[in-house]
Nanobody
Framework: QVQLVESGGGLVQAGGSLRLSCVASETIANSMGWYRQAPGKPREFIAD???????RYADSVKGRFTISRDNPKNTVYLQMNNLKPEDTAEYYC?????????WGEGTQVTVSS
């Protein structure tokens, strides 16, 4: 029902920055967030944000990543600074509408050393 489309991934050198965007096809009443999955590893929570702006971050990205959202645009962002090789993963947008949970197709982030 809800489609999520991510963009902004790419190849960047260590210490560089990327900004990921995720646009939802309709309004998201509850939280939106970002997860990532590296080859051979489980999907990992990165950050989420409530409708009104309360945020949570994984310890691994605190101080480097910032999540934000623009509700009129149905969009969530992930600003990633000081990227490290261990940040290399497929990044997935997530959205909650009440008891429904939606996922995007993912966007690849590769950080070279």
């Amino acid at each position: 029902q809800v489609q999520l489309v991510e963009s902004g991934g790419g190849l960047v050198q260590a210490g560089g920055s990327l900004r990921l965007s995720c646009v939802a096809s309709e309004t998201i009443a509850n939280s939106m967030g970002w997860y990532r999955q590296a080859p051979g590893k489980p999907r990992e929570f990165i950050a989420d944000i409530t409708r009104h702006g309360s945020t949570r971050y994984a310890d691994s990205v605190k101080g480097r990543f910032t999540i934000s959202r623009d509700n009129p645009k149905n969009t969530v962002y992930l600003q990633m600074n000081n990227l490290k090789p261990e940040d290399t993963a497929e990044y997935y947008c997530n959205a909650h509408n009440w008891q429904m949970n939606y996922w995007g197709e993912g966007t690849q982030v590769t950080v070279s050393s």
